[in-house]
Structures are given as C-alpha cells and as structure tokens.
C-alpha cells in the first residue's frame, strides 16, 4: 500500500505506513552513505526545537491550536521513544541538514494529522512546511539541535568523567606513602609515590572535564529565530526570546539568543571548540592510559609496579598470558576522537558567507566522539582503574635502588662527586644509601635522614 506525495520537484509514492514523507524518501534515495541514522538525543533535541515553536507561535497567533496542538502531542510521542524508527535519512546527507530537518517535519505532520483525525500525506490540512516548519529554517534549527544534543550529552560525559577521576583519586589515597623510582625520558629519576602520580591523573582528567565545562557553556547561545539567514524572516514579532524561553524550559538548559544571529548561522565555532575540548580530554586519556600499560607491564621483564585486573585471556596461543586490555582499548577510543575532530576542524572552517553547510557532519562526530567515552568510561573505571593493585616490595625495592638517589647528596657533596657515586651504585648494583655509608661519605642515620625514599618521594609537601 502506497500514498502519493507531491513537492516541488514532482509526485512521488511512499509507503502508507511510513511516517516520513517525499522529500525524506528522496534523501534516502540520494545518500545511501554509511547506514547510520541520526542519534537519539539529537532527535530529541530537533523535536524539542519543533514542540517549542509550535507552542511559541500559537502564544503569538501564528498557528491556530488545532494544528499546533496536534503538533505538540505528535512531539510528545516522539519524546517518549515512540516513531524513532520513522527518521531513516543517513548522517551524511545534504548540507546544513535540510533533509533531516524535512524528515522531523514529516513525521511530526503525518502523525499530527492522524491525531486530528486525517490521512497520512493530507498536507493541504497541516503541512510539514507551513506548519510544521512555521517561523524556522533548517538554517536555524539544526545547530539549535546541535547545541542541545552536545549539552545533553556532554552532561553525562561530565559525570563520567567525574566518576573516573575519583577512582584514581582514592588510589592515590591507597598508594599515598608508597615510594617508587619516578622516571623522566622513561630513565630513572627522583622517587615519587605511586599515589602522587594517581593524584596527578586525576587532576589532568579534573582539568580536562573543566575545560569541556567552559565549551559547553558556549552552546548555551542558540542560533534559534534566525530563520534562513539571520535576520528572523517569516517570524512573528517576539517569536525569537519566545520560542528561546520555551525551549529552555523544555530542554532544561539556560539557553540565550545568539549575541549576533548572523554569526550564529555564519559560524560554528562553538562546536568546533566543544570538539577541541573532547580532543584535549582524549589526548590527557590516552596518555594515562599507556602510563597504565607500561607501569603493568611484565610480569617479569617490564616495570610490574601495578597490577591491572585481570579481565580475559591475553593470548590465543600463549598460555596464562593476560594484556592491560582495557587500557588499549580507551587508546583507540582516543585515537578515534582525534580523528574526528580533524573532521570537525576542517567542517568547521567550510562555511560560506551567510551559512556554514557542514554542520551535519559536524554534529555527527561530536556525538558519536562522546557516545563512545559515554559508552566506555564506565567500564574502563569499573573494570580497570577500580582494581588496579601495586605491588608494594616491588616499588620501594626499585626505589631503593634507584641511582638517582645521589642526586639528593648534590648539596653535600656536589654534582660530580654524586654522578660517581651514581654510577658507581649502579655498576655494582647497589643501593645508593648503602654505598655513600660504605664509603663514608655519609652516617648511617643521615643516609636514614638523607636518602629515605618515602621522605624524598614526599619532598616539600610535608614541611
């Protein structure tokens, strides 16, 4: 069973179940690219937009409340989950997202109109561009939806990320008087404790989520009232701080007008910064990450200072080995976010005069780059950071024998004369305490007072 549609390129028959009408069927048509549709949060987020201004423009007279109603409940059952299977086209389609905001348009319409008691496709009673679509343009509309979709998931990002930073807080509280060799160049260098360095990876993930912060407080502004090119054609008057208000009742979020409604349709630099926020946060987790790996690493020819849990076999043919698994597999999560903001980088400086086309691009990457840390994060911090155990001899053993001890009898006895007992400590593989006394460059109790690796590790911070 089929409908006829029409539009303006001619008639079209579309499948009497569908919800989405012609010209969603003929962006099917022209871009089977990938398979993979819009998200559901942005969904959401392009219906909210759709529900606010319908209600705005009957509060202004615009839009009678039979249809606009009919609208809003039709937003509704799309809000609750319902129809999600009605918007099909791929997320690499036609610039600035003109068929995706066509496809929410139709499917809003076709099941208003069977709210109001009409056929699907009776576009001459509630149409998906005149009413629908009334006082918007894709121009506006999508990087409104854009903007709310990265809020909405950037809020669980933030919360994510708070989670795993306080895992390796509280191991940099269980390895606080812990001392291990710290390394500089991957060479032996001044102790630390192994808690300090958990410490340190929870404040760059802190810091990270902070600057991520700063960004999604841009995406606040929205470019919604602008219409086609910023100047708000076809809205009533007032439309644009009314649909706004409404939106952000909707949405849960403060949202303001764009300071410059021109600029907001010309650039998309808010989301070009937001991806260089995620960008930044991956670079900080892919390099805690192969600290994990190489601290782990052995168990017998590597550092073995941690121990990473155990979460399946390592090896198809290598029996009882086990690999920092999780760890590799946030590395490639990185390595993908890095990825797609140079996608974004790129989109975002393709914009022409009055509008930049590449938003749907865009938009998809930033998505899809907290999609994955949304997805995985939980179970790198469940699966990996929460069981990480030390192997407590092993680190104050190596700490001990550490050469760059003699670094701390530097003011004693100066740099030279502490690079030969350096070497010398080490070519006769002996703690450097136990040859400075053998010596008697130093007394037993100053070595005690002097080269104590848990009191060097813990330096100034105690006094």
Known sequence: MTRTEKDSLGNKEIPDRAYFGIQTARAVE??????????????RAYVLVKKAAALANMELGALDRERGEAIVKASDEVLDQKLLDQFVVDVFQAGAGTSFNMNVNEVLANRALEIMGHQKGDYSRLSPNDQVNMSQSTNDTFPTASHLAVLEASRILLQNLQSLAGAFRRNGEVFAR???????????????????????????????????????????EVALGGTATGTGANTPEGYRSKVIGILSGLAGE?????????????SIAPLGAFSGSLRELSLELGRIANDLRL????????????????????SSIMAGKVNPVMAECLNMVCFQIVGADTTVMLAAQAGQLE????????????????????????????????????DADRCRALAERNPAMATLLSPKIGYLEASKL?????????PVAELAVMKGIITKEEAEELLDPLRAALGRRQS
Do not use: W
């Open 355 to 390: 509008l930049n086309v590449m938003t749907p691009v865009v938009t998809y990457n930033i998505l899809n780059s907290c999609a994955l840390l949304n997805n995985f994060l939980p179970a790198f911090t469940a699966r990996c950071v929460d069981g990480i155990r030390a």
């Open 295 to 314: 601290l782990g690493s052995g168990p017998t020819s590597g550092l073995a200072e941690i121990e990473l849990p155990t979460v399946q076999p390592g």
């Open 30 to 43: 022209n871009f089977p690219v990938s398979g993979e549709r819009e998200r559901p949060e942005f969904i």
């Open 178 to 220: 812990l001392p291990k060799p710290g390394r500089t160049h991957l060479m032996d260098a001044l102790p630390v404790t192994l808690g300090s360095e958990f410490d340190a990876y929870a404040a760059a993930i802190e810091r990270s989520a902070e600057r991520i912060r700063q960004r999604r407080g841009d995406l606040r």
């Open 422 to 430: 350096a070497n010398e400590a080490r070519q006769r593989d002996l």
């Open 254 to 266: 403060e949202l303001q007008p764009a300071r410059n409604a021109f600029e907001a349709l010309q």
